[in-house]
């Protein structure tokens, strides 16, 4: 499962963007030097180093063109991945929850994904949550299945005993393409015309089943399409 480690950077919106993502992320230019992006107060995201629960959040930074720093966690190495870089500061930062991803924003510091996501659109894109209240329902919607919908990969990829759960997570997560597929259909953007924060969270997911199992969206052609729209 190799795709959840991965730090290749895909990317929504604009060449240009995906360019600066990469610079500023992989040989550490800082982004302040890149014209066309948006210059904000510094916000921090942390997390382990790898895509998972962050990688939404890093999505909607290159996206909306916001700067931000990256404190990156590193587990030790096997047999133990030791995790004490992480232990060792976890209460120390302020946080009411503390937990991995987080986010600093000045005096406001937040765990829990979706919470993140949402801040963030809150903050520089209000229409990412939706634009009326059917739409924001929709949104929350699939946010909640997009969480199950990763939980089953989690509990694929690190249960210890992975042959036990290894059916009835697969059946979870193809269960919910084909219902992903469905509600796509006759739609531009997973929620209706306009594109939110689900979406992104929504092609991250799918791009990194899609590296594993290709011949699913062969099926549904409206994830096909949709993958293609997304991501240039």
Not at 31 to 41: N, T
Request: aromatic share 14%; proline share 3%; net charge neutral.
């Amino acid at each position: 499962f190799c795709f959840f480690f991965s730090s290749r950077r895909r990317h929504t919106r604009c060449r240009e963007v995906s360019w600066a993502r990469r610079c500023v992320q992989e040989t550490g230019i800082n982004a302040e030097y890149m014209g066309f992006m948006i210059k904000k107060d510094q916000i921090i995201l942390g997390y382990w180093n790898i895509r998972g629960l962050a990688e939404t959040a890093r999505l909607l930074f290159a996206h909306l063109g916001v700067e931000y720093k990256e404190e990156l966690y590193n587990l030790g190495p096997a047999p133990e991945f030791s995790r004490e870089c992480w232990f060792s500061k976890k209460f120390t930062l302020g946080l009411d929850f503390p937990n991995l991803p987080y986010l600093m924003d000045g005096s406001v510091k937040l765990t829990e994904s979706n919470a993140i996501y949402r801040y963030i659109c809150g903050k520089f894109d209000p229409k990412l949550l939706g634009t009326t209240l059917e739409e924001r329902a929709l949104v929350d919607m699939v946010a909640s299945v997009l969480y199950d919908f990763v939980m089953a990969k989690v509990d694929l990829m690190y249960n210890p005993d992975a042959s036990k759960v290894q059916k009835r997570s697969i059946d979870k997560i193809a269960d919910d393409v084909k219902m992903f597929a469905k509600m796509m259909e006759g739609k531009k953007y997973i929620c209706g015309d306009n594109l939110t924060y689900v979406d992104f969270a929504l092609v991250e997911q799918l791009e990194s089943i899609n590296d594993l199992w290709e011949p699913i969206f062969k099926t549904y052609p409206s994830l096909d399409k949709y993958l293609s729209l997304i991501h240039i």
